[in-house]
């Protein structure tokens, strides 16, 4: 389960944790972001208990997505340990997805 984050409350759920977790910016118009949403979910599904996956509106979130850099939506960050160990934007094939996550907890 894609679990939706507030910029507000981004550091108390995303942060606050050394473990790894990942975080999808995106928003409720982008039809990629649409298409990748159900990928993620399923994987969150799928790994629940070793990772946690988050989602972040772009559109409520303009300070975060700011502060990250986010200027192309779906961006997948992984944080580990509290900073960014891998992102990336666009839409991604479940395989494609896999490596990222595999790569991301090396």
Request: with cysteine; hydrophobic share 40%.
């Amino acid at each position: 389960m894609l679990i939706d984050v507030e910029g507000n409350d981004f550091k108390k759920q995303v942060l606050s944790s050394n473990a790894l977790r990942f975080v999808v910016f995106s928003a409720v118009w982008c039809g990629p972001c649409q298409m990748l949403h159900p990928i993620l979910e399923s994987l969150s599904d799928e790994l629940d208990g070793e990772y946690d996956f988050f989602a972040v509106d772009v559109d409520e979130a303009r300070e975060l997505c700011g502060y990250y850099d986010i200027d192309v939506v779906p961006t997948v960050i992984a944080f580990k340990n509290n900073e960014e160990v891998g992102r990336f934007s666009g839409l991604k094939s479940e395989a494609e997805v896999r490596e990222f996550i595999k790569n991301c907890d090396m």
